[in-house]
């Protein structure tokens, strides 16, 4: 297979791709993020994945760009990283007791051929009761910030957390089961073009 490049600085990412043993490297994508009005979650997270995987394999000639990007959804909002220790806290106020979606788009493109696919990965999660006081000690942690739902769950951020319904991998930002079948896809089809 072609070269592995994330298009992503996000540590957690990282981690999860290096976890498989795959030999990739990172080239941060600088990508437009504003969404149009009128899409859904998951046909907005798909769009902004797709967005940063095409603003590296722009300016490549070779190799397979993985984008990504994560949204958290309750009920009919849209959740993003929190803006400052405000909006974390309450952002993680109207998590308390609740179910939400994580969302999060995978794009992987050829850099060579322009080949695109993408899908989008959805997990539920159930968070307990959180006192404010334990929020408060949280945020102040540094950990809810640059987070979508403004919580890490691969961190402390999992003791809020009462059980999941899907990928953990997805929560965490990169859904490892569906980037597998996406690559395998890739695979399959480049094998078909005699690659």
Do not use: W
Request: charge should be negative; charged fraction near 30%.
């Amino acid at each position: 297979m072609d070269e592995l490049i994330l298009a992503s600085a996000s540590p957690r990412r990282r981690e999860l791709l290096a976890a498989t043993g795959r030999t990739f490297r990172v080239v941060p994508s600088d990508a437009e993020e504003s969404v149009p009005e009128g899409l859904s979650p998951a046909e907005a997270a798909e769009l902004l994945a797709c967005r940063k995987a095409e603003a590296v394999a722009s300016r490549l000639t070779n190799g397979i760009v993985i984008g990504a990007d994560t949204i958290v959804t309750s009920g009919s909002d849209l959740i993003g990283k929190p803006s400052d220790r405000a909006d974390a806290i309450r952002i993680l106020e109207c998590l308390s007791r609740r179910a939400h979606t994580v969302i999060t788009g995978l794009c992987l493109i050829d850099a060579r051929t322009r080949r695109r696919l993408s899908a989008c990965e959805r997990t539920r999660v159930h968070m307990r009761g959180m006192e404010r006081r334990e929020i408060e000690e949280y945020v102040d942690s540094g950990e809810a910030m640059g987070k979508a739902g403004a919580y890490a769950i691969q961190e402390s951020g999992d003791r809020f957390v009462e059980r999941i319904e899907g990928s953990l991998s997805n929560v965490v930002g990169l859904p490892m089961e569906l980037l597998e079948r996406l690559l395998e896809q890739m695979e399959l089809e480049s094998q078909k073009e005699g690659r």
